[in-house]
């Protein structure tokens, strides 16, 4: 199945779900992950603020932002930047109808440790499917952080087609918990 047909079924299969569905999920995965000891360590943390269908990570930021230092992406033209978390009233409503940061640049990119990213599709070898613009591929590409992939467990696939640019994933959780990962050997069954 090609990128595109992947998309689609990806987005017939969301409808199934009611909105408080994905939401108790998010918080089970979220619940699971706040114990992940890199989580635990890191102090700069990129997140995403989900779209309706996504993940959703709005109370995951509001519970962590008073003690971590969160970085939200912004889309500039065809890149991301990055910017501090500074409460609710520092977004914005950007690119794609997406709530947007408008605190501080992140001047140094090293400073990111963990980055959690959303996705279309994963599958068993890390590989992400995104929305097709490429964004998060060329953002992890300059950044040094370890990178975990969310998302709902539906979303894992066999398989993903890939391409050179795009960026694996050093471990994919869901709501059930770690589905991969590179440094324990943990693969879920799909």
Partial sequence: ??????????????????????????????QKLEGHPLFL????????????????????IERWYPYKRIILPLVKGDELEFRYYEGKNSLQTGSFGIEEPTGRQVENLDEIELSIVPGVAFDRAGNRLGRGKGYYDRALS????????????F?????????????????????????????????DDL
């Avoid at 090609?2 to 994905?22: C, G």
């Avoid at 300059?142 to 467990?153: D, E, K, Q």
């Fill in 41 to 60: 360590q890191a102090k700069n943390i990129l997140l995403y603020h989900s779209l309706p269908d996504e993940v959703q990570t709005h109370a995951f």
């Fill in 155 to 187: 979303q894992l696939c066999p398989h993903i087609p890939t391409e050179p640019t795009d960026r694996p994933m050093h471990e994919i959780w869901t709501e059930r918990g770690c589905a991969y990962s590179t440094e324990h050997n943990v693969h």
């Fill in 142 to 153: 300059r950044l040094h952080s370890y990178n975990i992939g969310v998302c709902f467990h």
């Fill in 1 to 30: 199945m090609d990128k595109r047909d992947l998309r689609k079924q990806i987005a017939q299969e969301k409808r199934k779900y009611s909105a408080s569905q994905k939401n108790e999920w998010s918080s089970n995965l979220f």
